[in-house]
């Protein structure tokens, strides 16, 4: 029902920034929860950060003072800046949406590619 469609990853230097796109179409909600994910190779899937329409965020404690997301909610995309990446940062980064009122109702795009380089 929702489309997510991921941008913006690439190859980057240690120290180096970043920033991810993700354009949202479909059947979306204004309430809509929004956010990253990523899954480092031989890893689980872990949470990256969370955004409500809002503009309320959420985000993992690692990753909290060099990573900000923020959204548009008129043109239905979601932005994750990154910045002082690290070589452990890399890994495939999935951008998610999630219903308000359900919130095992979840999509996923097909993810992007961000890797480290020390």
């Known amino acids: 029902q929702v489309q997510l469609v991921e941008s913006g990853g690439g190859l980057v230097q240690a120290g180096g920034s970043l920033t991810l796109s993700c354009a949202a179409s479909g059947r979306i909600l204004s309430n809509d929860l929004m956010g990253w994910y990523r899954q480092a190779p031989g890893k689980e899937r872990e949470f990256v950060a969370r955004?409500?329409?809002?503009?309320?965020?959420r985000y993992s404690d690692s990753m909290e003072d060099r990573f900000t997301i923020s959204r548009n909610n008129a043109k239905n995309t979601v932005t994750l800046q990154m910045s002082n990446l690290k070589p452990e940062d890399t890994g495939v980064y999935y951008c998610?949406?999630?219903?308000?009122?359900?919130?095992?109702?979840?999509?996923w795009g097909q993810g992007t590619q961000v890797t480290v380089s020390s």
């Open positions: 998610n949406s999630r219903r308000f009122a359900d919130r095992s109702i979840t999509f």
């Open positions: 955004i409500t329409s809002g503009g309320t965020t």
